[in-house]
């Protein structure tokens, strides 16, 4: 039996995991996380029988224990409780699905104490990049890809020299707005943007596909994951979503990986590395899709991306803004008190006003999270 712990459970990514341990019956959960949904948790956890479960708020830890009374779990609650989850004895694996920058902590933690990682919490190396992979280099832990793209990447990588690379090809299918203007896009209700064309995500992560705030940050991601520097990350507007990331090599050969858009596929392959395992569901019939197409990100229009780039060549705290200052944007868009446009506005403005520090230590970027927030809490 592989042993797992999962941070983030009740969300998009975790339920998914839980419903490839589901299929394949040998995966042993030993801790689950959630923020909120103890409702969702207290039915995972009668189900995989966890030894450990961890919620944020201590009111609601307490009505779940409660709630669980007569099940063998040990339930604790805030960041400690998430960093014992993500350090909990058993378990080989972390699956660190939380959303945001509170996975920086637990991921650290889990690597310290030897845990593989199965990343899907992108905040961790967008911000703590240079933290998180030489910490993992020294304590001889694997950090695995679930996001589609960088696993697609991961993939394309096997049995290649990483000396070779010349270009890290991501592809993006562009959202329910890739054909808009401008002036469509300033009417965009939150309702319009939660509408993704081909993949199935959390609110936060679908707006953020919406703006391309996604793919910027996802470019950030690959260059702590696969070591390359900012130029050689391309965006590929793909908006069939088939080819879910490229490798070009310095001879000119592109290797891909391509299928349905199906999470629980990255995120087995995370699981079981380096072995496939059968998965069900629907193959890619190349008959009926007839046609891939292919276009350049409009860098105007989707200001979120540009900006992305630029946060990523100033390094240093300046991706931990740029972060920050979209997390915050989005809950703001999604309450109705801000417009979609005002998103990569409110982004850039944080990043014009920020001072970058090189090479921030947790505390630092934390600081720099709350400024970001703060800067927005006193404008918009």
Not at 96 to 114: D, F, H
Not at 250 to 256: F, R, T
Not at 328 to 353: H, N
């Amino acid at each position: 039996m592989r042993k797992i712990a999962i941070l983030g459970s009740t969300g998009s990514i975790g339920t998914q995991t839980l419903e490839v341990a589901r299929e394949q019956g040998d995966l042993e959960i030993t801790a689950l996380a959630a923020h909120s949904n103890i409702k969702l948790l207290e039915q995972q956890i009668r189900e995989f029988k966890p030894r450990l479960a961890a919620v944020w708020d201590e009111k609601k830890a307490q009505e779940l224990r409660t709630n669980v009374r007569d099940m063998n779990v040990r339930i604790v609650s805030g960041m400690e409780g998430l960093i014992e989850a993500a350090t909990e004895e058993e378990a080989k694996t972390v699956v660190t699905a939380v959303v945001g920058m509170i996975g920086i902590r637990p991921t650290i933690a889990a690597i310290q104490s030897g845990k593989q990682i199965a990343l899907a919490n992108k905040e961790t190396l967008v911000t703590a990049g240079h933290i998180i992979i030489d910490l993992a280099e020294k304590c001889g832990v694997s950090i695995l890809p679930v996001d589609s793209e960088h696993s697609a990447v991961f993939q394309s990588l096997n049995g290649e020299s990483r000396r070779r690379v010349e270009k890290i090809l991501l592809t993006a299918s562009g959202g329910p707005f890739r054909t808009w203007n401008k002036e469509q896009m300033r009417t965009v209700r939150p309702e319009d943007a939660l509408k993704h064309p081909n993949w199935e995500m959390g609110r936060k992560i679908t707006i953020d596909s919406a703006t391309m705030v996604n793919k910027g940050l996802e470019v950030m991601e690959a260059r702590w994951l696969f070591q390359v520097k900012p130029e050689q990350i391309q965006v590929v507007v793909h908006p069939q979503s088939v080819i879910h990331s490229m490798v070009q090599y310095e001879d000119g050969a592109i290797m891909a990986q391509l299928g349905v858009p199906d999470m629980k596929l990255p995120i087995q392959y995370a699981l079981y590395y380096p072995d496939r395992r059968p998965m069900s569901g629907e193959r890619l019939n190349f008959f009926q899709l007839g046609q891939m197409t292919f276009e350049e990100p409009d860098l105007e229009r989707f200001q979120g991306l540009k900006l992305a780039f630029r946060a990523m060549k100033a390094g240093g705290s300046m991706p931990t803004v740029y972060n920050a200052a979209n997390e915050l944007a989005v809950q703001r868009f999604l309450e109705g008190k801000i417009a979609f446009m005002q998103i990569p506005e409110i982004i850039q403005a944080c990043m014009e006003e920020h001072t970058t520090i090189q090479n921030p230590g947790v505390e630092q970027i934390l600081e720099a999270e709350q400024e970001a927030y703060e800067r927005i809490e006193g404008r918009w």
